[in-house]
Nanobody, 128 residues
Framework: QVQLVESGGGLVQAGGSLRLSCATS????????????MGWFRQAPGKEREFVAT????????YYADSGKDRFTISRDNAKNTVYLQMNSLKPEDTAVYYC?????????????????WGQGTQVTVSS
């Protein structure tokens, strides 16, 4: 079973930065945590959960939604079993609850349904 705990959200002015963290624990396939990929998603009030970024666990390959490209950076520290999302030049439209997700089984990692485990989310609010 995999557990994910997000932190680092908060209130920031437009143009500011935040760094989200996702601490992971548990086991995958009966061994030390080693998912295929980790992702960040966000959900604003009244909207569907949307993809933000993903990173493959072993090779570190990254992929971003257009909304965060050139502003957001996803990274991981395999030794600490932690995934990060550095968000720069934040905009009011980035306001949402941000969720960390784990994809245990290899395959597509582009939409929420592809991921098997989720954290509880952390609120990010960007004021204008």
């Amino acid at each position: 079973q995999v557990q994910l705990v997000e932190s680092g959200g908060g209130l920031v002015q437009a143009g500011g930065s935040l760094r989200l963290s996702c601490a992971t624990s548990g086991r995958t396939f009966g061994r030390t945590f080693s998912p295929y990929a980790m992702g960040w998603f966000r959900q604003a009030p009244g909207k569907e959960r949307e993809f933000v970024a993903t990173i493959t666990w072993r090779r570190g390959g990254t992929y971003y939604a257009d909304s965060g490209k050139d502003r957001f950076t996803i990274s991981r520290d395999n030794a600490k079993n932690t995934v990060y999302l550095q968000m720069n030049s934040l905009k009011p439209e980035d306001t949402a609850v941000y969720y960390c997700a784990a994809k245990v089984v290899a395959g597509r990692a582009a939409v929420a349904a592809d991921f098997e485990a989720w954290g509880q989310g952390t609120q990010v609010t960007v004021s204008s």
